[in-house]
C-alpha cells in the first residue's frame, strides 16, 4: 500500500476536506487523519481540530487547488457548450415537436431568458471590441 498518495481529498459544496494517509501502523489499515478544509470560492484553507499544517501538507493542498481551479474552469466551458446544444434541441423540438400547450407553457420565460442572456451577450462583445489593442 506504500503507492497509496500521502493526502487525501474529498470533495464536498465550494471545497474539499483534507485527510493525511497513514499505512504505517500495525494493522496496516489505511487510516485517514482530517487535516484541513478548504473553500475554493475563496482560494484558502485552514488546519483542522488544532493540527499544525506541515510543508508537505501545505505543497499537496496548493496543488490540489491550482488542479481544481484548472478542472473548474474546464467544466464551466463544457456547461456553457451543453447549454448552447440543448437551445439547438429546444429550437428543434418547438419546431417539430412542442404542443400549443407546451409553447404556452415555456414561451415567455424563454424569451426572456433569451433577451437577458443577448443583451449581455452584446455589451460584452461590444467591450471587447472598445478595448485598446495591446500593441
Known sequence: ????????????????????????????????????????????????SGYTLLDDDIAAIEEWLAERATLNAQRNIDDIHRAIDQMNITTHWVQSKATDEQLEEITDRFLLAMHDLRSVLVRKKADRMNKPADD
Open 1 to 48: 500500500m506504500n503507492d497509496l498518495p500521502r493526502h487525501y481529498f474529498r470533495v464536498r459544496e465550494n471545497g474539499a476536506a483534507v485527510f493525511r494517509l497513514d499505512t504505517e501502523n500495525r494493522q496496516r489499515r489505511i487510516e485517514m487523519e482530517q487535516i484541513a478544509v478548504i473553500n475554493t470560492n475563496r482560494g484558502d484553507y485552514k488546519a483542522q
